[in-house]
């Protein structure tokens, strides 16, 4: 199995700064695609940023805010946010997705991370 620990939501005012962190762990072999998606309260969740093979991708309303990056050795990715706004405010969920040590494919989701932009 492989479980994924996210870290890093928060209380911060519109136009602050947050880092989230998601840890992956258990019997990896390897990890293909790591991202980041949101879910607002009463809407769906949404995708915000994936990685893999050093290509990103982003949603367009994050596009020059948020930035993905991944640390391979670490088994670990993260989602660098700036310039926050009240409209960002949603649980943040990290999903990853690979091949475990038995060479069966993966795709985990973390339990999610709190993220307010509020004043």
């Known amino acids: 199995q492989v479980q994924l620990v996210e870290s890093g939501g928060g209380l911060v005012q519109p136009g602050g700064s947050l880092r989230l962190s998601c840890a992956a762990s258990?019997?990896?072999?390897?990890?293909?695609?790591m991202g980041w998606y949101r879910q607002a309260p009463g809407r769906q969740r949404v995708l915000v940023a994936t990685?893999?093979?050093?290509?990103?991708n982003y949603a367009d309303s994050v596009k020059g805010r948020f930035t993905i990056s991944r640390d391979n050795a670490k088994n670990t990715v993260y989602l660098q946010m700036n310039s926050l706004k009240p409209e960002d405010t949603a649980v943040y969920y990290c999903?990853?997705?690979?091949?475990?040590?038995?060479?069966?494919?993966?795709?985990?989701w973390g339990q999610g991370t709190q993220v307010t932009v509020s004043s």
């Open positions: 990685i893999t093979s050093g290509r990103t």
């Open positions: 999903q990853a997705s690979g091949r475990t040590t038995m060479l069966e494919p993966f795709l985990s």
């Open positions: 258990g019997s990896i072999f390897s990890i293909n695609a």
